[in-house]
């Protein structure tokens, strides 16, 4: 039994080990929450030893930041042959999956207990809402470029808002945007936006 125990720990190397350690990582998050995360009960989850984790990540904070990024769908990219709502309702679809946990990547519900660590808060803005309202802004000053939106009906709060309405829904009802409820959702971020 050791022995078999132990050709576990060594069969697997490189991207085969990493993404093991990060399939755990994510089972661990999803089954005890951060606070109770260890490096001891991933590793254990992983049938490997510690010494794969600490080889790659000093502490559980570096392990679930990387994880994150990991378990991170793309976002879509904008197409110049698309209008700026069907950019917006891509965009918006893929997050929606991600906060409803119908992806690899944590659901709201876990996502919610690590926004009450400081750390993982700066790293989920970093990772998940950066990028989106990066790409949402882009996607809106495309659509001034091309005079299907006024730039004088944008705010600095434009680009938030379809994630943050997707977000309180999933949080107040547990289910996710329907197809039509985020086409209502676009057309929030773009009916003041909209060239006359």
Known sequence: MAQQTASLRTRRRGK???????????????????????MEGIAARARTGKAALYRRWSCKH?????????ALPPLPEPRSDRSARENLLAIFATHSDVVAGKTDFPGLRTINQLLHEPELRA??????????????????????????????????????????????????????????????????????????
């Not at 949402?136 to 659509?143: D, I, K, N, Q």
């Open 62 to 70: 570096d392990l679930v930041h990387a994880t994150l990024q990991y």
């Open 123 to 196: 790293i989920f803005a970093d990772a998940v809402v950066g990028p989106r309202l990066r790409i949402t802004e882009a996607v809106l000053h495309a659509g001034v470029a091309s005079g299907e939106l006024d730039a004088a009906m944008l705010t600095p709060y434009t680009a938030w808002v379809g994630t943050a309405l997707i977000n309180q829904q999933v949080l107040l009802t547990g289910s996710p945007p329907t197809k039509r409820q985020l086409a209502h959702i676009v057309d929030t971020v773009i009916a003041k936006s909209t060239c006359e």
């Open 16 to 38: 085969e080990l990493e993404d093991a350690l990060y399939d755990a990582t994510l089972a661990e998050l999803a089954a005890v929450g951060y606070g109770e995360l260890t």
